[in-house]
């Protein structure tokens, strides 16, 4: 079975261009998250989506982050203009049912910006 | 709030020891979820072990066993005979049942280093 695919696997992009980061979930997924790592902040939720609707976006940094789901396979992230703390790993994660079944990860995308 | 906290930034051991990796909690909740993933160095957030709160039983798989215990918040991982392939960062999470709420809280995780 594909598990979640995440694409670009690697990033490097000059500061200020735009960034897009793509997600396609496990089919039959309900649910899906977008969250950040760094050696600072650790794993962090960036944005929750539940049946293609946002419900938790309070972990979306600033205004420069941008994310969609225009339908049950497809998310998307951007981030317009990067900036150099923006280079972190970007994971993407999805989940069936309710909070009690596992989020199951993508294999994110290292972005740098430089 | 909920918290995870993971005291242990990181373990080394010798390859066949046994290792415990201890993750406390903090909820307000009665019903929630304890989850741990492992991240070895390739990357990938790997799906270990989900226990609900109602559900103290300890599990054992394999060499992995996990002992969930409420009254003192915690949910300690076991890793015995250690081997070189179980070196990677483990993370400790919560969730709770409902939709509506924050999803998946981590802990700092637990960098294990297992030397042959």
């Known amino acids: 079975d594909a598990g979640v695919i995440q694409s670009p696997r690697h990033e490097v992009t000059e500061m200020g261009q735009e960034v897009t980061l793509r997600c396609k979930p496990i089919?039959?997924?309900?649910?899906l998250f977008w969250y950040r790592q760094t050696m600072m902040r650790g794993l962090e939720l960036l944005i929750y989506f539940n049946n293609n609707v946002p419900i938790d976006d309070s972990g979306m940094p600033e205004d420069r982050f941008s994310a969609k789901m225009p339908n049950a396979s497809f998310s998307t992230l951007k981030i317009q203009p990067s900036e150099p703390r923006d280079s972190a790993v970007y994971f993407c994660a999805s989940r069936g049912g309710q909070g009690s079944q596992p989020q199951h990860f993508g294999d994110g995308t290292r972005l740098s910006i430089l | 709030a909920q918290k995870v906290t993971q005291a242990q930034t990181e373990i080394s051991v010798v390859e066949k020891e046994d290792v415990t990796l201890d993750c406390v909690y903090e909820?307000?909740?009665?019903?929630?979820?304890l989850f741990w993933y492992k991240q070895p160095p390739s990357g990938e957030l790997v799906f270990l072990i989900r226990r609900n709160s109602f559900d103290e039983q300890n599990e054992i798989s394999g060499r992995y066993s996990w002992n969930f215990q409420k009254s003192t918040s915690s949910f300690n991982f076991t890793i015995t005979a250690s081997q070189v392939v179980d070196s990677a960062v483990y993370f400790c999470?919560?969730?709770?049942?409902?939709?509506?709420?924050?999803?998946?809280?981590f802990g700092s995780g637990t960098r294990l280093q297992v030397q042959p």
């Open positions: 999470a919560l969730s709770y049942l409902d939709t509506g709420r924050r999803a998946l809280t």
């Open positions: 909820t307000r909740d009665t019903t929630y979820y």
């Open positions: 089919s039959g997924h309900n649910s």
